[in-house]
């Protein structure tokens, strides 16, 4: 007999669902309480009630995964279908240029005006909002122009967000750190219309001079930094009363970087550069240094996405200038675990946009998006 605690006590049941090979069976659990703790017993023509641990463990890991397969298949069929609808959540006197979420629905953004803004896309409210902390404008700049070309529309360059934690880059080069507070958190405070504030931690160090293209958190916390002079930046990020302290410096030697993707369970990351062939490159989250690189894609944009296949796969997307996409498999190479994957394969998509591919984003394993200067948002 296993137990499961649970509070308070009653009378409850419990409805699971099974695969059982290729059938799926709907069974009513049973349970009942003593002293705060509940017991089941299955139905006789499921075989011995006394089901040990091992057996029970096994029984709940294949619901779990059966719910998340569940889960991820219904919202790929919602992404196929492309059903969404664009209504007005929030309005503001100030046109957004960046955004990042880290838990939805609170997302950070930096605006045409230079401005930093803290959403609650739920109630549809301003949380906080830091005025003009960045230009606005310097279209003369040959590094925007690589960036944005003809599409330039001002403002702030990169945001990010983590937990409490935000850090913002514009086009004067350098980026900001800042702390979410509660408004009202100190005593003797001056009322203010928000909930929220922005409180400076400072700017980053070493990096004053240096326009930013790409600011990204990995699992663990740490901030990863793309800049126009081709060099990648680690900095840590563990003393939430300090601004973020940089413990990586790298200069991958191809060229400025446009945009960076890092993820923590490959341990890697993969920008796209702006060289002469605009090339991918593959680096290590651990030291900084680069495993691979692949040329000749007029690279843009980047994104690791999970194949979403039954054995845990990666692959490294890159949306090019002229409006196609590349896929690149990556398997594990032979540099030891704290570089583990390498290019494998490339792919060359059906042309998927007539303008550069600006972004790229996945909800999840098997699935991604692609948003170009032709005004399109596909889904893959």
């Not at 980026?175 to 507070?181: E, F, L, S, T």
């Not at 920008?271 to 062939?277: Q, Y």
């Not at 090019?320 to 994957?341: Q, T, V, Y």
């Not at 591919?357 to 991604?368: D, H």
């Amino acid at each position: 007999m296993n137990m499961i605690k649970v509070h308070p006590p009653s009378l409850i049941f419990l409805a699971l669902s099974l695969v059982l090979g290729n059938i799926e069976a709907f069974i009513t659990l049973k349970l009942r309480i003593s002293h705060g703790r509940l017991f089941y017993n299955p139905p006789e023509e499921f075989g011995d009630p006394m089901l040990d641990l091992d057996q029970n463990d096994s029984l709940l890991a294949n619901l779990k995964a059966r719910q998340s397969e569940l889960v991820i298949s219904k919202s790929t069929e919602k992404w196929k279908k492309a059903g969404c609808k664009t209504t007005p959540r929030i309005l503001l006197d100030d046109y957004l240029r960046r955004i990042d979420m880290d838990q939805y629905p609170i997302a950070v953004c930096g605006s045409k005006q230079g401005s930093l803004y803290l959403l609650d896309l739920e109630d549809c409210k301003v949380l906080s909002r830091e005025p003009v902390i960045h230009d606005s404008t310097d279209e003369d700049k040959d590094e925007l122009k690589a960036l944005y070309g003809s599409f330039d529309g001002g403002g702030t360059v990169a945001v990010a967000i983590r937990k409490d934690l935000v850090v913002s880059a514009g086009r004067e080069g350098g980026a900001i750190a800042w702390r979410v507070k509660d408004a009202a958190s100190e005593e003797g405070a001056e009322t203010s219309q928000y909930e929220k504030k922005f409180e400076l931690l400072g700017r980053l160090e070493g990096v004053d001079e240096t326009l930013l293209t790409c600011l990204r958190f990995d699992e663990s916390g740490r901030l990863w930094v793309g800049g126009f002079d081709g060099i990648v930046r680690g900095f840590d990020c563990s003393d939430s009363e300090q601004k973020p302290t940089p413990f990586v410096t790298k200069d991958l030697g191809k060229g400025p970087i446009l945009d960076m993707s890092v993820n923590g369970r490959m341990g890697c990351g993969a920008c796209a550069t702006a060289g002469s062939e605009g090339t991918v490159q593959l680096f290590s989250l651990y030291n900084g240094s680069l495993i691979d690189a692949a040329t000749g894609v007029r690279a843009r944009s980047i994104l690791i996405v999970g194949d979403g296949g039954e054995e845990e796969g990666w692959s490294v997307i890159c949306g090019s200038a002229d409006g196609s996409l590349h896929k690149f498999h990556l398997c594990r190479g032979s540099n030891g675990i704290g570089e583990p994957f390498v290019f494998d394969s490339q792919q060359k998509l059906r042309t998927a946009h007539t303008g550069p591919v600006m972004c790229l984003a996945s909800p999840f394993p098997g699935l991604f998006l692609s948003g170009a200067q032709d005004s399109t948002i596909k889904v893959w």
